[in-house]
């Protein structure tokens, strides 16, 4: 068993991380089998190096077969006087051994038959130098001692019959949180279920928990829709109203040309039909004020404007010689009969002039001119074209 070095949880021998806190096992130290303790390995000391000893005797000469020469016996040489040590290290150039063989006598060369050779003299070994007057210097490490291997017996491989790793699919036992292979948590939270997508906006994104007032939010919606279906009882016509001239704004407009045209009074030469014949050179004329002209339509339609030119002509001179109306009033009727008036007032110049409506269901339209400008005797008051336009 592998012992966590986090958390000391046991783990087993195959186990690469630990299965309470999911530390790494590979940093903590070699598993320890139980009931049997790791014997020490001893550490070999170095050999103390024995000190060489002086040779006092010199062995006898031997013959060229290896034996040694009859009738001679060892001689012992006298141990020299001892001298006071030299340190070849303080003093290179002193060397007792070069000084030995510098005073040893040479052999002259002898002619006749060879003669028994002599021992050489041995060099004088200095005496053994103090380790305390020695001079320090670096000492080698000990040699590491490879470890010898330690025969464990082989577990059973462990087949645990658990739940598999979500990360790598290692099977692992029941008890464990962290896999042993990847140390990938075990106990994977549960994804929440998607929200609808009604639930995703604003102000119902919010995830509602179990028993969090739902009853209390279900009773303050059916209460919101109750008032907004009486307000709209309540304010329909207003509300009907915004929605049409918002329609109005965005939407496109047409001409459309009335099926009958009369008029109260007009003019010699001067007819209700010059009014909507398309033509700016031709007018209507009123003899005086309070004269109408009514436009009437087969199809209701959606009138959203009236376009007006006053005068004779469009030409500045002939503009200001005829007289032309500067307020007039439009009573607009619609399909149920109920009719909206309004009053307009016109600029007193050459040109088109705009009347915005918003009116549904319009059936016909009756101009009544209530005030003028350049009237005198015999000058009619001059209405060039009237043009309507509706809703597409």
Known sequence: MRSCPACGT??????DFCGNCGSYLGWSSEPVRPGRAREPEPVPEPEP?????PESVLEPAREPGGNPAAGSEPESVP??????????AVNPAVNPAAEAEAQAPEAAPDPGPPARPEAPARPEQPPEADPADEPIGAVRPGKPVARRPVVRPVAADEAPDGPPCPACGTPNLPGRKFCRRCA???????????LPWWRTMWPFRRRVRGGSGRALRRTL?????AGL???GFLFFPLGRYVFEDVRDKLGGTAEISPTGVTASAA???????AAIDGLTNKYWGAPALGASLTCSFGTPFRLVGIVVHTGVSKEPQEFRRGARPTRADLLVTTEDGKVHRKTVTFNDKPGKQTVRMGISDVRSVELVLREAAGQGEGRPVAVGEVEFFRRT
Do not use: F, I, T
């Open 49 to 53: 190096e024995s000190p060489p000893k």
């Open 184 to 194: 990938a948590p075990l106990r994977v939270r549960e994804q929440p279920a998607a």
């Open 229 to 231: 279906v009486l307000a």
């Open 267 to 273: 003019a010699p030469g001067h007819p209700a039909s």
């Open 10 to 15: 046991a783990n087993g021998e195959s186990d």
């Open 221 to 225: 919606l059916v209460l919101a829709v």
């Open 79 to 88: 141990e020299p006087a001892p001298e006071p040590a030299v340190n070849p």
